[in-house]
């Protein structure tokens, strides 16, 4: 997905007449082997590559073959090149140079590599280019994403709920209509698709929707979760900050670990082709986009099914059914009208013997679960995900994944019976394990908790990205050296990654709890502050917590004025109230300090229980 115009995703290389040199590339691609999908006339459509769709939460992935090692990337339509994570990079034996300039616009901080072989299901490509930028860092098994360079090779068609992508090659198909899929009466809608500069090689899938009547131009973006509408257009469309029933969303992490102010405003209309949404709501990101004042995200994509026309430089999609934008907010309205439908295709459960081709019928299961469970349809996604454990027993990642879900339906019983069984199978499996230690951990078992800590810290290798979530399971168990530990692990792999100061924040806060090292924790608190926007609830979460500090060291005043700016932002923050009420005893103002204490316990009545445990008492 693009960033805002001052970020990597921005990249871009200009190359006279390259663009009708990848078409005549795609068009050579396994063009004797290509099972037709549809013809009509002269035209022809064949894939020359069908590659599995894997939701995780609304962000599509799939896996394909690095030199033969199996890597999973990000489907990303917005990202111009396809990316590398540099230590992820560096793992699979990858050699970087610099970028050239041409590439990239800059002239330094981004690297090149080649990848010798580079496989998809159906397609194999040679001396494949990715992009490295050095901040760029992925958490999980997921290396990258696979951008333009490979995605515009062919036509793309994208069936999210489906759980599949397909490459596919257009002849003679300049007149017809390729919503191949449609059946007859069905409707469709197409749209023209801009090419902002002809004799550019990769440019985005660019096209025109209108909000509240007004033109706005959109890219269509699979690497971004949720669509935005920029603050800027969505005044122009007469949707203003201030304006009725707009309310703040929170902040958005993106792909590339940058973060996003939101907000949540109606829209009367929103209308794409001949498809119209009334009285829905978009989200809208304080941000700019090249090119564009609109993200249509994976959650327009998981319920349509969309074919990207290169060819034709047009855009053919139709409707699945579902909620189109804001997922999570209109599941509490009850599920789409077409759900009982699509659930009837999952058969009932029954015994099966774990087989190549059961384990084929599993994974396109598991595809469908992470699909309906993106778009909140949770019961539908756990028949699913329930098939796919029954048809593939033996495989690990079908547990895990329908423990996550269990956990969205507050099912914690099932959710750690899942994670064990997930172990079982794969006791290497980093993600249970750090997910069952925050099971054990929230249930008071700190030694179980300890040993799975244990365990994914023997496994994990330094630069992993895992680390500061492993550091945060120590410094909840009062392991607080061991944190550090790991803190300083991962800050020393990531120099340039943008959540360092999570980092800082969470070394400052074991040390403070701790009572350790408190000269170096105020460093790291007085980083994490420089690092943060001051209306931001990190900087709430950071003040708050340089506020214990400064009590820790006596400085009682200083320690009120940290707890006031936390408290400005999050008035309901129950740790604050209570230590500045301490503060305000040690200041001799009981009247006030005794009004902030009980105003915690309210909130919270095992507050005083926590201030005992780090020996800090009224």
């Known amino acids: 997905m693009p960033k805002p115009a001052r970020g990597k995703r921005g990249f871009r290389r200009r190359v006279p007449s390259l663009r009708r040199a990848a078409w005549a590339f795609g068009l050579m691609l396994c063009a004797a082997c290509a099972p037709a999908l549809a ?17 995780n939460e609304r962000s599509p992935e799939t896996v394909a073959k690095i030199n033969g090692t199996e890597v999973r990337l990000i489907v990303d339509t917005g990202s111009f090149y396809s990316l590398l994570d540099p230590y992820k990079a560096s793992a699979l034996g990858l050699k970087a140079s610099p970028a050239p300039v041409a590439y990239t616009g800059k002239a330094f901080g981004v690297h090149l590599t080649k990848v010798k072989e580079f496989a998809l299901p159906g397609l194999t490509l040679n001396n494949l280019e990715f992009i490295i930028p050095d901040d760029l860092h992925f958490a999980g098994p997921r290396v990258g994403t696979l951008g333009r360079n490979v995605l515009q090779l062919g036509d793309a068609e994208y069936d999210f709920a489906g759980g599949l992508a397909r490459l596919i090659k257009a002849e003679d198909c300049s007149d017809t209509v390729l919503a191949y899929w449609v059946r007859p009466g069905d409707p469709y809608s197409v749209i023209k698709l801009h090419i902002p500069m002809k004799e550019e090689l990769r440019p985005p899938v660019l096209g025109t929707v209108y909000v509240n009547g007004m033109a706005t131009r959109a890219i269509f973006d699979t690497g971004s979760p949720t669509s935005f509408l920029t603050v800027k257009a969505a005044a122009k469309a007469g949707i203003k900050l201030d304006s009725p029933g707009v309310v703040p969303a929170g902040d958005v992490t993106r792909v590339d670990r940058s973060m996003i102010q939101t907000y949540l405003a109606p829209v009367t209309v929103f209308k794409i082709g001949d498809e119209e949404i009334h009285n829905t709501r978009l989200r809208l990101g304080d941000m700019d986009i090249a090119e564009a004042d609109m993200l249509v995200g994976a959650d327009f994509f998981l319920s349509h099914h969309v074919y990207v026309a290169n060819s034709q430089d047009k855009l053919y999609f139709s409707y699945n059914g579902g909620p189109v934008f804001d997922l999570t907010a209109q599941r509490a309205a009850g599920p789409s009208p077409n759900v009982a439908a699509r659930a009837a295709d999952v058969p009932a459960p029954t015994p099966a013997a774990e087989t190549k081709a059961s384990v084929e019928e599993a994974s396109e299961y598991a595809r469908r679960g992470a699909a309906l469970r993106a778009r909140q349809e949770l019961d539908q996604a756990l028949q699913a995900y329930s098939r796919a454990c029954e048809l593939a027993p033996q495989t690990a990642d079908n547990f895990y994944q329908r423990s996550l879900l269990y956990v969205q339906l507050k099912q914690s019983g099932p959710a750690l019976a899942d994670l064990d069984r997930t172990i079982q199978l794969d006791p290497h499996h980093v993600a249970a394990l750090l997910a069952r230690a925050d099971y054990r951990t929230q249930s008071g078992d700190k030694a179980g908790a300890e040993a799975d800590l244990n365990a994914a810290n023997a496994v994990l290798p330094k630069d992993g990205n895992e680390r ?151």
């Open 39 to 55: 013809a009509s006339g002269k035209c022809k459509l064949a894939k020359f590559a069908e590659f599995p769709i894997m939701m």
């Open 468 to 618: 500061l979530t492993l550091a945060y399971g120590y410094s909840n168990i009062d392991l607080f050296p061991r944190a550090i530990e790991q803190y300083d692990l991962w800050a020393a792999s990531h120099p340039e990654d943008e959540g360092l100061a999570l980092a800082f924040v969470g070394r400052c806060r074991a040390r403070t709890l701790g009572d350790f090292e408190l000269k170096l924790a105020m460093k790291d608190c007085d980083t994490a502050l420089n690092h943060a926007r001051k209306d931001s609830p990190f900087y709430a979460e950071v003040s708050a917590t340089r506020g214990l500090l400064l009590f820790r060291l006596g400085d009682y005043d200083k320690s009120i004025a940290d707890y006031d700016a936390s408290l400005k932002i999050t008035p309901q923050n129950a740790s604050a109230l209570y230590g500045r009420g301490i503060d305000k005893l040690r200041k001799q103002k009981a009247p006030e300090g005794q009004a902030d204490i009980a105003q915690a316990i309210e909130l919270s009545p095992k507050i005083a229980e926590s201030f005992n445990l780090l020996g800090i008492a009224p």
